[in-house]
């Protein structure tokens, strides 16, 4: 079942294409006239096509897109396309008629730039980021931007939720009232470490796009800033129908008797808050929409020391593949040069120490120690080295003291393994066999200094 502003986007495409058929090929009169050959002049012709051209007129006239005249983006092709296709499919489908040829493979998006579909969620600049995070907090009443207005409480209530749960639109304005929930009882970390009661609070988020409703942790500022708009929002107001589901709800965002506006975000909070930050409505990614906000909030997460993993955060942004997770997961530049540095030290610009003491002089010359970091290589064939992944059980391996917090983490991690995951006997001689090599380089290095 199509939502019906996709069933009018796909209605106006399959308008359009009769209007290319009328222009390029008047003797197609219906589905049944189509050839493999018209598929494919359809699809060239999809691939050089500019905004606004074919353009549906209306008895208020064609209104003009800021772009026009300029080439088509990707995702707008693969939609014209793919618009036609489930047509050509649902024409054969409802027995409307027989096709010469099959829409699933001559109708296929082709997979070229011209239509590869790029999705590239655009994280918000950090400095931007963290003063909107700010601004959120900190809304006064003189803030607002018009005359006429939803309440502070409830603008508020939103810009913490939209900073602060990573949440798409849709699903920031089918919440209900009663979807937020405080923690009632403290949580034991594996490390031993407790989370007190009230540090955080749970968000319960209606069904999406792509997964079934869910409960997700966010902060507890969330659940103070929604109870102060709940003791505000006219209880008396009546329970409307979820665009999605049908059923009769108390949505959190509603009115005077009206759920809130699809754009109130994008042209009223959002605007409120790069006014209170006292930064512009745009970043070098562009206007800043909620979406982007989105992604800033799952990258935040996800590139902090210790972040969550793909697929906590996969079940924290109601994902249903962590394929889709990763559109929205940045390594920002300086991380990434982090990163670079350590691994292009080891790659190319090993340190080499040449010690010439007659005494540690071998048959291949001067004693040769390679600097790995956390310990030196005295295998003067170093660079060919076929083990170079298996250091730490190698002969030629010599630890520097600083390897020791690393060899205990390794040490505590295999036991770990051995205690708590079912282990096939294979896997278990391995992790024996590296608790073996873990237990003579700490025999190796001695006791603390």
Same mark, same amino acid.
């Given at each position: 079942?199509?939502?019906?502003?996709?069933?009018?986007?796909?209605?106006?495409?399959?308008?359009?294409?009769?209007?290319?058929?009328?222009? $390029?090929?008047?003797?197609? %009169? $219906?589905?049944?006239?189509?050839?493999?050959?018209?598929?494919?002049?359809?699809?060239?012709?999809?691939?050089?096509?500019?905004?606004?051209?074919?353009?549906?007129?209306?008895?208020?006239?064609?209104?003009?897109?800021?772009?026009?005249? $300029?080439?088509?983006?990707?995702?707008?092709?693969?939609?014209?396309?793919?618009?036609?296709?489930?047509?050509? !499919?649902?024409?054969?489908?409802?027995?409307?008629?027989?096709?010469?040829?099959?829409?699933?493979?001559?109708?296929?998006?082709?997979?070229?730039?011209?239509? %590869?579909?790029?999705?590239?969620?655009?994280?918000?600049? +950090?400095?931007?980021?963290?003063?909107?995070?700010?601004?959120?907090?900190? &809304?006064?009443?003189?803030?607002? *931007?018009?005359?006429?207005?939803?309440?502070?409480?409830?603008?508020?209530?939103?810009?913490?939720?939209?900073?602060?749960?990573?949440?798409?639109?849709?699903?920031?304005?089918?919440?209900?009232?009663?979807?937020?929930?405080?923690?009632?009882?403290?949580?034991?970390?594996? +490390?031993?470490?407790?989370?007190?009661?009230?540090?955080?609070?749970?968000?319960?988020?209606?069904?999406?796009?792509?997964?079934?409703?869910?409960?997700?942790?966010?902060?507890?500022?969330?659940?103070?800033?929604?109870?102060?708009?709940?003791?505000?929002?006219?209880?008396?107001?009546?329970?409307?129908?979820?665009?999605?589901?049908? $059923?009769?709800?108390?949505?959190?965002?509603?009115?005077?008797?009206?759920?809130?506006?699809?754009?109130? &975000?994008? %042209?009223?909070?959002?605007?409120? *808050?790069?006014?209170?930050?006292?930064?512009?409505?745009?970043?070098?990614?562009?206007?800043?929409?909620?979406? %982007?906000?989105?992604?800033?909030?799952?990258?935040?997460?996800?590139?902090?020391?210790?972040?969550?993993?793909?697929?906590?955060?996969?079940?924290?942004?109601?994902?249903?593949?962590?394929?889709?997770?990763?559109?929205?997961?940045?390594?920002?530049?300086?991380?990434?040069?982090?990163?670079?540095?350590?691994?292009?030290?080891?790659?190319?610009?090993?340190?080499?120490?040449?010690?010439? +003491?007659?005494?540690?002089?071998?048959?291949?010359?001067?004693?040769?120690?390679? +600097?790995?970091?956390?310990?030196?290589?005295?295998?003067?064939?170093?660079?060919?080295?076929?083990?170079?992944?298996?250091? !730490?059980?190698?002969?030629?391996?010599?630890?520097?003291?600083?390897?020791?917090?690393?060899?205990?983490?390794?040490?505590?991690?295999?036991?770990?393994?051995?205690?708590?995951?079912?282990?096939?006997?294979?896997?278990?001689?391995? *992790?024996?066999?590296?608790?073996?090599?873990?237990?003579?380089?700490?025999?190796?290095?001695?006791?603390?200094?």
């Amino acid at each position: 079942m199509l939502r019906p502003r996709t069933r009018e986007t796909q209605y106006s495409f399959a308008l359009r294409s009769g209007l290319w058929l009328a222009r $390029e090929h008047p003797e197609v %009169r $219906e589905p049944s006239d189509w050839t493999m050959e018209t598929c494919a002049s359809f699809i060239a012709a999809v691939g050089r096509m500019n905004v606004d051209e074919l353009q549906l007129g209306t008895e208020r006239g064609t209104r003009k897109s800021v772009r026009s005249g $300029e080439p088509m983006m990707p995702h707008s092709r693969a939609n014209f396309i793919y618009s036609l296709r489930r047509f050509m !499919i649902d024409y054969e489908n409802w027995g409307w008629g027989r096709l010469r040829f099959s829409p699933a493979r001559h109708l296929s998006t082709p997979d070229t730039p011209l239509f %590869r579909r790029g999705v590239n969620p655009r994280v918000i600049d +950090d400095p931007v980021w963290l003063k909107l995070i700010w601004a959120s907090l900190n &809304l006064r009443q003189e803030d607002l *931007l018009t005359e006429i207005h939803y309440p502070l409480a409830m603008l508020q209530a939103m810009a913490i939720i939209w900073t602060h749960a990573g949440l798409r639109k849709s699903e920031l304005l089918r919440l209900t009232t009663g979807c937020i929930a405080p923690q009632a009882d403290d949580i034991v970390k594996e +490390d031993g470490s407790i989370i007190m009661a009230g540090t955080l609070c749970y968000l319960h988020i209606p069904a999406g796009k792509t997964s079934k409703a869910f409960v997700k942790p966010v902060a507890a500022v969330v659940k103070k800033y929604v109870d102060l708009w709940l003791d505000e929002r006219p209880a008396e107001q009546a329970m409307l129908a979820d665009e999605r589901t049908g $059923e009769k709800v108390r949505l959190l965002f509603q009115y005077r008797g009206k759920p809130a506006g699809g754009d109130i &975000l994008n %042209r009223t909070v959002i605007p409120m *808050l790069c006014a209170r930050a006292g930064v512009p409505s745009e970043d070098s990614g562009g206007t800043i929409t909620s979406h %982007r906000g989105r992604a800033s909030a799952v990258t935040a997460l996800a590139s902090v020391p210790q972040g969550m993993s793909l697929y906590e955060l996969m079940q924290w942004t109601g994902h249903s593949t962590p394929q889709s997770t990763m559109h929205y997961l940045r390594i920002r530049p300086t991380q990434l040069a982090a990163s670079f540095v350590k691994a292009d030290r080891v790659a190319h610009m090993i340190s080499v120490l040449i010690d010439h +003491d007659p005494e540690a002089a071998s048959l291949t010359g001067p004693a040769t120690y390679y +600097d790995l970091g956390d310990s030196y290589c005295t295998n003067p064939f170093w660079s060919s080295c076929p083990h170079r992944m298996a250091c !730490i059980g190698c002969d030629f391996n010599l630890l520097k003291d600083s390897a020791r917090g690393l060899i205990l983490e390794s040490k505590a991690s295999i036991r770990r393994y051995l205690e708590e995951v079912p282990l096939t006997p294979d896997e278990r001689a391995i *992790l024996d066999q590296d608790a073996e090599k873990v237990e003579q380089a700490l025999t190796r290095l001695g006791p603390p200094s």
